[in-house]
């Protein structure tokens, strides 16, 4: 006689097993349709699955995201079951569910088209049409092993045999295909629905070991229903159009090539908007009482051991050995340098807070297949800046960074920011007392300030917990770029101390900062947040001077000299062109003011102003035009 407690605390007795259909069926036919699976007790399981005992349970629907996981994971095993209908020598690996989707990586010696992946996703509609039954099945490991073997799945059979002979394992069906997966599943195919959509074919190597043979992943997207499926649809054409690989193109702002993989190769036009980036976060910082400081770039393996990114992360790095036997490594992160800086000399608790901020190069080693334009890169400039305090400052600290931070995200077009609360991974350094006080100091400051935050369980880094602020784009993906973290390790390991008002040497704490993160990544972030419209104040040219006829040649040039002596990032156009192809010139590079000038505007000392995206032209005078835009850009377009 089971007794069923419900989230909300409610409790419902049955005088059998009760599946979990059958309570979902008990609690109202609305929730019995929407219902894919039920958490037990905090493990999922299949609706047809008995409960036989007392339980906790939650009823997961296709719409919550654990659900839109579940549909996602159904999907990649429908996508397997319709590829080996169509092709049955193809054979199978692994699908799991991702964010926004599913793959399934396959063994087949022809590649797969784009006329396939039409072939394919049709035969999935058909495998929904048939409604067929998910049913789950225990095997032991070896019978498993064998059978897979007997019908020439090697690679399953190869996963099979990697699980602890005394585990017993599932495998699940539907149709005549079989496939290992631990679950749970919907009760049929029919429940899918048909909300899914094949996008793409990459490679991918079995185990990802490149050592192994290349494999064909198809990629495909899910959803709870055919309107999120036509958003996600409408979301992606969009993506492709704000790519900021492209827009670079356009734009003329910087370009990759295969002599410097992962590494930026500046344009004079994205350099300037480089820089701009750079200069506002100058102000802020300098505004906000952090001091500038630069460390070296090749550092000796010797600090990177002491600090503990040795063993974490020297996979990651870049080394070299020089004829003396030393070995070197171009540092991946600022943090060892800035404790350097901070432990020359005597530090007293009256010198604290000390906040050291850099613009440090700084160069990781990222696999060929995951860089991707400026969001992945190998070598990367970090807005980083170190926080050195006493542990009762820790939280007036955090709370003035989380300020700042969020502060600069608005100033930047980004209103809508989450922020998470990641604490202690498996791998870390420190004794867990330690973690407790610095995860509890972070969850304080949030609270202090009345912060919204989510936690992301066992994702800090490996000295302390942090805090992740995710931006939310145009178009609604999300961002993760500045990070807070308290760390209580890393001082004492590198040996810093400051001399507390009881005239003792006392462990400063020391919190890291990133607002931007990558540079490179949030300015490729902030292309495609605009598609390339930037605001006036940021873009690298801020107005274009053209000539309607020769005869302004003159005029235009001064006004390209005036603009300049204004401290404007400014242009003139004065080929011989008609004046509607000059303008569409400069649109497509998005120029966002062009004045335009000819015999009447020259007598008059006046301009035609138009805006990027704009149809309609204003006269002003020349003066006052000036005026305008140098508010504009004071103000960041505040007032406008």
């Known amino acids: 006689m089971p007794k069923i407690t419900l989230p909300d605390g409610s409790e419902r007795q049955f005088d059998t097993a009760v599946s979990g259909a059958e309570l979902a069926a008990s609690i109202g036919a609305g929730l019995a349709k929407a219902a894919v699976a039920v958490r037990v007790d905090g493990a999922d399981w299949d609706l047809s699955r008995p409960i036989e005992r007392d339980a906790r349970v939650e009823i997961l629907t296709r719409d919550s995201d654990d659900g839109l996981e579940l549909l996602r994971h159904d999907a990649a095993h429908v996508l397997a079951e319709a590829v080996k209908e169509l092709w049955p020598d193809t054979q199978v690996t692994i699908g799991p569910a991702i964010e926004n989707g599913f793959y399934y990586d396959f063994s087949r010696s022809e590649p797969f088209t784009d006329a396939d992946l039409e072939t394919i996703e049709a035969r999935m509609k058909e495998i929904v049409d048939r409604d067929e039954p998910i049913e789950r099945e225990v095997w032991q490991r070896d019978k498993a092993v064998e059978f897979f073997r007997g019908i020439g799945e090697e690679y399953k059979a190869e996963i099979i045999e990697s699980i602890p002979l005394d585990e017993d394992l599932t495998l699940y069906r539907q149709g005549d295909f079989i496939d290992l997966c631990r ?64 827009l670079g193109r356009v734009m003329d702002l910087f370009h990759f090539q295969e002599e410097a993989p992962g590494a930026v190769f500046w344009h004079p036009k994205g350099w300037s908007l480089f820089q701009s980036l750079i200069g506002f976060m100058r102000e802020q910082q300098n505004a906000a009482g952090y001091q500038e400081i ?40 600022n943090c060892p340098g800035h404790v350097q800086v901070f432990k020359q000399g005597i530090t007293s608790y009256r010198d604290l807070p000390t906040r050291l901020a850099e613009f440090g190069k ?117 961002w993760q770029c500045g990070t807070l973290q308290v760390d209580l390790n890393m001082p004492g390991r590198l040996g810093a101390s400051y001399i507390g008002e009881d005239g003792e040497k006392h462990l400063p704490v020391m919190l890291h900062r990133a607002i931007f993160g990558s540079l490179e990544r949030f300015m490729g972030i902030l292309i495609e947040h605009h598609a390339g419209n930037l605001p006036l ?48 010139e400069h649109s497509v590079a998005k120029v966002p003011v062009q004045f335009a000038v000819g015999q009447r505007e020259m007598e008059s000392r006046s301009v035609a102003i138009r805006r990027l995206g704009s149809k309609k032209q204003e006269v002003m005078a020349l003066e006052d035009a000036l005026e305008m835009l140098k508010e504009e850009i004071r103000t960041r377009g505040q007032n406008s």
Not at 207 to 231: C, F, P, V
Not at 366 to 385: K, N, W, Y
């Open 183 to 246: 679950g749970p599943h919907l009760p049929s195919t029919g429940k899918l629905g048909k909300s899914f959509k094949l996008t793409h074919v990459s490679g991918a190597y079995w185990r990802g070991d490149s050592n192994n043979e290349m494999l064909q992943r198809i990629y495909g997207t899910a959803w709870a229903n055919d309107k999120q499926l036509r958003q996600y649809l409408h979301m992606l054409e969009e993506a492709e159009k704000r790519d900021h690989r492209r």
């Open 294 to 333: 630069n460390t070296p770039e090749v550092v000796s393996r010797s600090l990177w051991e002491a600090s503990g990114h040795w063993e974490s992360f020297g996979d990651h790095m870049f080394t070299t050995e020089t004829v003396d036997g030393r070995t070197y490594a171009i540092k991946p992160m």
């Open 362 to 478: 700084c160069h990781r080693y990222e696999p060929s297949g995951a860089l991707h334009g400026m969001m992945r890169v190998r070598a990367f400039t970090q807005d980083d800046a170190h926080v050195f305090c006493t542990p009762e400052q820790i939280t007036d600290e955090s709370i003035a960074v989380c300020s700042l931070i969020l502060g600069i995200y608005r100033d930047f077009g980004f209103n809508d920011v989450r922020i998470k609360f990641a604490d202690r991974p498996e791998v870390r350094v420190g004794d867990d007392a330690v973690w407790d006080q610095a995860e509890a100091a972070l969850v304080k400051a949030l609270d202090v300030a009345g912060l919204d935050y989510t936690h992301n369980p066992g994702e800090g880094a490996f000295y302390g917990p942090k805090l992740e602020f995710v931006l939310r784009d145009a178009i609604g993906r999300d």
């Open 537 to 584: 104040w940021l873009a690298p040219v801020q107005v274009q001077v053209l000539t309607i006829t020769s005869d302004a040649d003159d005029y235009a040039s001064e006004i390209e000299a005036l603009l300049k002596n204004n401290g404007l990032r400014a242009r003139s156009d004065l080929r011989n062109e008609k004046i509607s192809y000059k303008v569409r």
